[in-house]
């Protein structure tokens, strides 16, 4: 990530607002690795007895202290849930319609509920080893499901309600005779298992609309602690509780945030949200408590809750293996965790770092880089077998990146490596024992721990920083020798050669979380936070937070001043041309860009989970022409300099000047536009004596224009 500046010595105006013009396009991705593998559920019968399953077919059982190695149950297919109601039975259920069963240790072959074409469960909940219910779609989108009983799966024979043609995606048993299920439209189903000989399983006629007077409720999750008591997950940021017979809806996330996830015990309930922001709630679960925080980007993608004793706690896992441990404060607030390390990461890529143009490198969850060099990318080599693989990569950018290299990386479990050359090795750099979460690298690069530990480029402490507080980011531009730091909290530091000093403090929007950021200088930075905003520092304060996308921001870039480029959390990349964010076509459907780095003004990569994506602003070539003043306008202590720039429309920017043989006296000026395809500036210089002087003009560059110059010529100063 980097910074931009602009020395002036005067304010600048404001530059003209720009023709609307068409978002600009991503090329098609380049797919570096197969994508397969990111766990995708996990289900806890106690909390020494725990399975999670992942999209490669996979599945991995926690033993209270440790992971297996992940075994394949379900080869070449992604798992898409899991229920275990005790250490020795547990469903699985596939993306094609199968159900695998374990019993006793013992993995079952893939079954189809149906046929080898669906239909195709979404969820799956166990009361025991001998009452299942598997719910999901139909091809035609409607609602099904099959309940398993002593043994062996039956369709549900009874018909749905014709008029919900939205399938069932979420679904909870708490007792062997009773369920809960939803569909993302927002209406629940209640299912009972009547006994006997011959056990058949009925749902209510006409489902339950789980908030009437919000037509767009969508229900992502649900958990259930007895057939009156139940918790939903909405698809946006709230939580449904169903008392009785009555549902009530609250609104405890923030407006961005999506994909509630619950799970419960019977003691108390927990909820989760794609920022992993965490409330819980004691029975009846109507009170949520404020929100705690995972201090790391997380997708969580499965959440299952256990009582030990009297007390309710969670296991957590995400979409990088990493399994994540829920306790709660005094006062209900969820405490995040790492639990017992990382054991199976997806093989997606993780994050990209262009050095130059033409040398970029993207690493993925597996410990492998792919080099882009000479418009090709390469095969993959191996840099660490470490669990979670390469978190992040970063590298200087570089004049001549075939012999002059500097990259860091965050590998493992936040392990810190450096490569000091082009074809060089890999190698950890400071105590294992403590963790860096963030680097950066110019000609030297730096590592920064979440507890604000600095080593590397600038050695020491971020000061001040809060208990509560992360260290979430660095950035060390290329044109400075100091850096500049962020926190979750809202913070900034900067560096000198004396160490870490305290910034500004970073206007972030409360309830939102400090995450990124890039510099091109120590007079430009943008810095941007987990809820969308965006904010951009001057060298001596930082602007406002600008609202950018709804959808969150996770990564930022930023290749000049005038072009920045960040992404959001479903798909969604914006632009930044020096005045204004605008949005760029998305990347690939919804695939998130894990990293977007900008290594020109006008050239950016991005890589979501499997692919590699280039934008491109179409520049245009300039021309800088001095122009010839009168005599009158050249004379000592105030000299009128004049510069034309020239394209095949008029430019736009700023233009630097220098007078003088050591070209110790400039000023920067703003064009303004004298046709349809030249652009003037001009500004004073307070010349201190009469002769012929050297005049520099240089074209800066500015989004769309290339920079041109420097553009020399003599004038001769006259005396007053």
Request: charged residues 10%; glycine residues 8%.
């Amino acid at each position: 990530m980097v910074l931009v500046a602009a020395v002036l010595v005067a304010p600048a105006p404001a530059l003209a607002t720009p023709a609307r013009v068409a978002p600009l396009a991503w090329t098609v991705g380049t797919p570096l690795v197969d994508g397969s593998g990111g766990v995708s559920a996990v289900s806890c019968a106690t909390s020494n007895f725990c399975v999670a399953v992942d999209r490669s077919g996979a599945q991995s059982t926690f033993n209270g202290s440790s992971w297996s190695v992940p075994a394949v149950i379900d080869s070449g297919t992604a798992l898409n849930a899991v229920s275990c109601p005790s250490a020795t039975f547990c469903v699985a259920t596939d993306v094609i319609g199968r159900y695998v069963v374990m019993n006793n240790a013992v993995w079952s072959a893939p079954t189809p509920f149906a046929s080898a074409t669906g239909p195709v469960m979404e969820a799956v909940s166990c009361a025991s080893s001998s009452f299942c219910l598997a719910v999901g779609t139909t091809a035609n989108f409607t609602p099904v499901d099959y309940y398993y009983v002593n043994g062996t799966w039956s369709l549900d024979s009874q018909a749905f309600d014709p008029t919900v043609t939205s399938p069932l995606n979420a679904v909870s048993c708490p007792t062997t005779t009773a369920c809960w299920a939803t569909t993302l439209s927002g209406l629940a189903f209640s299912f009972t298992l009547t006994a006997g000989p011959s056990a058949t399983l009925v749902h209510s006629s006409t489902p339950s609309a789980i908030d009437p007077a919000n037509p767009h409720f969508s229900a992502a999750t649900i958990a259930c602690t007895a057939s009156t008591s139940c918790v939903v997950g909405s698809s946006t940021n709230q939580i449904a509780t169903l008392t009785g017979t009555t549902w009530t809806t609250a609104t405890v996330f923030p407006s961005n945030a999506s994909g509630v996830q619950v799970a419960c015990t019977p003691l108390a309930c927990v909820a989760n949200d794609s920022f992993s922001q965490g409330v819980s709630a004691p029975a009846p679960f109507t009170a949520w408590s404020s929100g705690g925080q995972l201090a790391m980007l997380s997708q969580i993608t499965g959440l299952s809750c256990f009582l030990t004793g009297t007390v309710s706690a969670c296991l957590a896992v995400d979409n990088d293996g990493f399994a994540i441990s829920l306790t709660f404060s005094a006062t209900g607030v969820p405490l995040y965790a790492a639990a017992a390390s990382a054991f199976d990461p997806p093989h997606v890529l993780t994050s990209a770092s262009c050095a130059a143009v033409d040398v970029c490198v993207a690493a993925d969850a597996a410990g492998r880089t792919r080099w882009y060099r000479g418009g090709h990318w390469s095969a993959p080599t191996t840099i660490s077998t470490l669990p979670l693989g390469v978190r992040e990569v970063r590298c200087g950018p570089s004049a001549h990146p075939t012999i002059d290299l500097q990259c860091a990386a965050v590998i493992g479990d936040f392990h810190a490596y450096h490569l000091g050359s082009p074809g060089g090795t890999w190698a950890a750099v400071g105590s294992a024992t403590v963790p860096t979460y963030a680097v950066s690298c110019a000609s030297t690069c730096e590592y920064l721990s979440p507890a604000g530990r600095s080593m590397g480029r600038v050695k020491g402490y971020l000061p001040r920083l809060s208990p509560t507080a992360i260290a979430t980011d660095v950035a060390c531009p290329a044109s400075a020798s100091g850096c500049v730091a962020i926190d979750s909290t809202g913070h900034s530091y900067v560096s000198g050669s004396g160490g870490w000093s305290a910034g500004p403090r970073v206007e972030s929007v409360v309830g939102t979380v400090l995450w990124s950021v890039a510099c091109v200088s120590l007079s430009f930075c943008v810095a941007i936070d987990l809820g969308g905003h965006a904010y951009t520092f001057n060298g001596v304060t930082w602007s406002r937070g600008v609202p950018v996308s709804s959808r969150g921001l996770a990564s930022v870039s930023c290749g000049a001043t005038y072009f920045c480029v960040a992404s959001d959390l479903v798909g969604g990349a914006y632009v930044y041309n020096g005045e204004s964010w605008s949005p760029t076509t998305n990347v690939a459907g919804l695939s998130a860009l894990r990293a977007v780095t900008c290594p020109s003004a006008s050239v950016c990569l991005g890589v979501d989970g499997t692919s590699a994506y280039w934008l491109r602003v179409p520049t245009l070539n300039t021309h800088v022409r001095v122009v010839a003043v009168p005599a009158a306008q050249r004379r000592v202590g105030h000299t009128i300099s004049v510069v034309e720039v020239s394209a095949t429309r008029a430019p736009r920017g700023v233009v630097e000047l220098r007078l003088g043989a050591g070209a110790t006296t400039r000023c920067s000026a703003t064009l303004r536009r004298i046709s349809a395809t030249t652009s003037r500036a001009s500004c004073v210089i307070a010349t201190t004596r009469a002769g012929v002087a050297t005049l520099s003009a240089i074209f800066e560059g500015s989004f769309g224009f290339a920079a041109s110059g420097p553009v020399v010529q003599a004038v001769n100063v006259t005396a007053r």
